[in-house]
């Protein structure tokens, strides 16, 4: 039996005080396991998950972002149902961290144009290039 657990592991209001402390760290640091997370979506009987890159935490609205091409795959499905789930991993505090909601798409609106505007102009590049991102390439 482990006796060494951390304090947070009995008493909730220190579960989400960890909580929010592993969000800003992804979102800070680039090398912190919260930093890219799984997101998931789905219609149907039909899931997909990827892994995006953690944007943005709001921790008085409870809200979390991530960017993403309006041409893919997952666009398209949360048009057609908005519910939608993070999944979170960090090997080294053996925490892991589901989130489910809802997910609002935000195009050519005020957060859309702010985003852009802080994205680096390589990161731009990803979301530029002719073909929609999951296109099948033929070499």
């Known amino acids: 039996m482990q ?3 951390p304090e947070y ?9 960890k909580i929010w402390k592993l969000l800003n760290e992804g979102l800070q ?11 998931i979506c789905g219609n149907k009987n039909q ?17 979390i972002w991530f960017h993403s091409d309006i ?8 048009k ?6 993070f999944l979170f991993y960090d090997k080294s ?8 909601g809802f997910a609002k798409i935000n195009y050519q609106n005020t957060p859309t144009q702010t985003s852009w505007k802080k994205t680096v102009h390589m990161s ?3 979301y530029m290039g002719d073909k929609a991102p999951g296109t099948n390439f033929v070499l």
């Open 124 to 126: 731009r590049q990803c």
């Open 71 to 78: 041409r893919s795959n997952k666009i398209k499905i949360l």
């Open 29 to 39: 640091n680039r090398d912190a396991p919260f930093h890219i997370p799984v997101f």
């Open 93 to 100: 505090e053996k925490v892991q961290l589901r989130i489910s």
């Open 3 to 5: 006796k060494n657990r």
């Open 9 to 17: 592991y009995n008493n909730i209001d220190k579960v989400y005080l």
């Open 80 to 85: 057609s149902n908005p519910k939608a789930t």
């Open 47 to 63: 899931f997909d998950g990827r892994i995006v890159v953690l944007r943005g935490v709001d921790e008085k609205q409870k809200k």
